[in-house]
């Protein structure tokens, strides 16, 4: 039986939102690998009512019809758990309609979890998915005392833009949001302790440098083995774990995934980092908006931090 590491301020919260008497729409964020499906898996197991997770766009590369793979996929979930008789959803409005009439029929007066993971895959271009899923939770999911919506998603970016720091229907909708941090170097501790992987703290502390805290890449290692074979095995042995992972990370978080790439690229190149002037010059980025939120997503989903010079005071 899997057992969670670390957690416990979320795991209580969690709690708290599932025992309240009053309609709750959660988000829980942070950059992926970092344990959001684990931690919502774990805190209800058999608790929730419907749960539904977007297709990777990586999966998708090429394909035209993005928004009727997302649609098919959400249509089987609906069938698989319990609802009967209808056919296939062509709109989202449709999709959370056939939704309602499901939860409808699976209500017993008890709290209903509703767990909708990577939800920023699912809006695709021209899909019409987010002002669908407002009409959901405005006009259906907040006149019901009973109800637990449940989002997560490693597009930070999106999750901040749409749902904490929305403008349109979804402005102050939210009734809590979750950020999942990392692993602290202590939670590292306890989670190699668990699974009885012998590592010194000094073996840790270079574990934590390289893997930076993320629950699934420490899941790879292997008991028996050091820290530099199992850093081997995961990284630069023959058919390594995490060989694609750079790319295949990028492109399912951020939509201009490639401008992205070329900021950490540079990043990597100096140890004291690199003004918006520096960086503008040495990708071809323009000095201005398209700069601006290409850092902002980076910093949201912690891959970048910005600093400032001794004494002053930052401001976003």
């Given at each position: 039986?899997?057992?969670?590491?670390?957690?416990?301020?979320?795991?209580?919260?969690?709690?708290?939102?599932?025992?309240?008497?009053?309609?709750?729409?959660?988000?829980?964020?942070?950059?992926?690998?970092?344990?959001?499906?684990?931690?919502?898996?774990?805190?209800?197991?058999?608790?929730?009512?419907?749960?539904?997770?977007?297709?990777?766009?990586?999966?998708?590369?090429?394909?035209?019809?993005?928004?009727?793979?997302?649609?098919?996929?959400?249509?089987?979930?609906?069938?698989?758990?319990?609802?009967?008789?209808?056919?296939?959803?062509?709109?989202?409005?449709?999709?959370?309609?056939?939704?309602?009439?499901?939860?409808?029929?699976?209500?017993?007066?008890?709290?209903?979890?509703?767990?909708?993971?990577?939800?920023?895959?699912?809006?695709?271009?021209?899909?019409?998915?987010?002002?669908?899923?407002?009409?959901?939770?405005?006009?259906?999911?907040?006149?019901?005392?009973?109800?637990?919506?449940?989002?997560?998603?490693?597009?930070?970016?999106?999750?901040?833009?749409?749902?904490?720091?929305?403008?349109?229907?979804?402005?102050?909708?939210?009734?809590?949001?979750?950020?999942?941090?990392?692993?602290?170097?202590?939670?590292?501790?306890?989670?190699?302790?668990?699974?009885?992987?012998?590592?010194?703290?000094?073996?840790?502390?270079?574990?934590?440098?390289?893997?930076?805290?993320?629950?699934?890449?420490?899941?790879?290692?292997?008991?028996?083995?050091?820290?530099?074979?199992?850093?081997?095995?995961?990284?630069?042995?023959?058919?390594?774990?995490?060989?694609?992972?750079?790319?295949?990370?990028?492109?399912?978080?951020?939509?201009?995934?490639?401008?992205?790439?070329?900021?950490?690229?540079?990043?990597?190149?100096?140890?004291?980092?690199?003004?918006?002037?520096?960086?503008?010059?040495?990708?071809?980025?323009?000095?201005?908006?398209?700069?601006?939120?290409?850092l902002a997503s980076l910093a949201e989903s912690n891959f970048i931090q910005k600093y400032g010079p001794a004494g002053e005071i930052q401001t976003d």
């Open positions: 039986m899997s057992t969670i590491i670390g957690r416990k301020a979320e795991l209580k919260e969690l709690d708290r939102l599932y025992r309240s008497d009053k309609p709750e729409f959660v988000a829980v964020y942070g950059r992926r690998r970092v344990g959001k499906t684990f931690l919502i898996k774990q805190a209800f197991k058999d608790r929730i009512t419907f749960q539904h997770t977007g297709v990777s766009p990586v999966d998708q590369e090429g394909e035209r019809n993005r928004m009727k793979t997302q649609l098919e996929s959400f249509y089987f979930s609906l069938l698989n758990q319990g609802l009967e008789g209808v056919r296939m959803p062509k709109t989202w409005m449709e999709a959370f309609f056939l939704l309602e009439q499901l939860l409808t029929q699976l209500d017993n007066g008890s709290r209903q979890v509703i767990f909708l993971d990577e939800l920023p895959w699912l809006d695709t271009p021209r899909s019409g998915f987010l002002p669908a899923f407002e009409n959901f939770w405005n006009g259906w999911c907040s006149g019901r005392d009973n109800i637990m919506l449940i989002v997560c998603g490693s597009a930070t970016s999106w999750i901040l833009g749409n749902l904490t720091h929305s403008k349109g229907g979804l402005y102050g909708r939210l009734t809590d949001e979750i950020k999942l941090s990392p692993f602290t170097l202590t939670e590292c501790e306890e989670y190699f302790r668990h699974e009885q992987i012998e590592l010194s703290r000094y073996d840790i502390a270079q574990t934590y440098m390289v893997f930076g805290g993320i629950p699934y890449y420490l899941s790879y290692f292997r008991k028996g083995l050091s820290f530099e074979r199992n850093v081997d095995k995961i990284l630069f042995g023959r058919g390594p774990r995490l060989r694609d992972e750079f790319n295949r990370l990028f492109s399912a978080i951020f939509s201009n995934a490639d401008d992205c790439k070329k900021v950490i690229r540079l990043l990597a190149t100096r140890n004291s980092g690199f003004s918006r002037e520096e960086i503008a010059k040495a990708t071809g980025l323009p000095l201005g908006g398209g700069l601006t939120n290409t």
